[in-house]
């Protein structure tokens, strides 16, 4: 079982940055590539950003390609999102979650592949 917590949340004015942390505890002797998504009200949740188990594959989304960059420390147990220039619209709830395969060497992108999440930080954007 991996447990997952996201800190770094907030509210932030459009243009401006932050940055989410994803602490990663339980079964950490096994590595799991990971990613980021989010869900805005009534939306459905959105793939953000993943990286893979070594951190050398990264993969993003095309809403937020170029803005945010992801990245892990694995003698941390810990996952990184950078958010920068920041739209009212990446306004939303960010989980990080834990691939279900362990040493899994690629990225995947749809939400069910990931079987271990975190409770969700929330980030506003003000314009």
């Known amino acids: 079982q991996v447990h997952l917590a996201e800190f770094g949340g907030g509210l932030v004015q459009a243009g401006g940055s932050l940055r989410l942390s994803c602490t990663v505890s339980?079964?950490?002797?096994?590595?799991?590539?990971m990613a980021w998504f989010r869900q805005a009200p009534g939306a459905e949740r959105e793939f953000v950003a993943g990286?893979?188990?070594?951190?050398?594959?990264?993969y993003y989304g095309d809403s937020v390609k170029g803005r945010f960059t992801i990245s892990r420390d694995n003698a941390k147990n810990a996952m990184y999102l950078q958010m920068g220039s920041l739209k009212s619209e990446d306004t939303a709830v960010y989980y990080c979650?834990?691939?279900?395969?362990?040493?899994?060497?690629?990225?995947?992108?749809?939400?069910?592949?990931?079987?271990?999440w975190g409770q969700g930080t929330q980030v506003t954007v003000s314009s």
């Open positions: 339980g079964r950490t002797s096994s590595r799991y590539a």
């Open positions: 990286i893979s188990l070594t951190g050398g594959t990264t």
């Open positions: 979650a834990a691939d279900t395969r362990p040493w899994g060497l690629t990225v995947r992108v749809r939400s069910a592949d990931f079987g271990s």
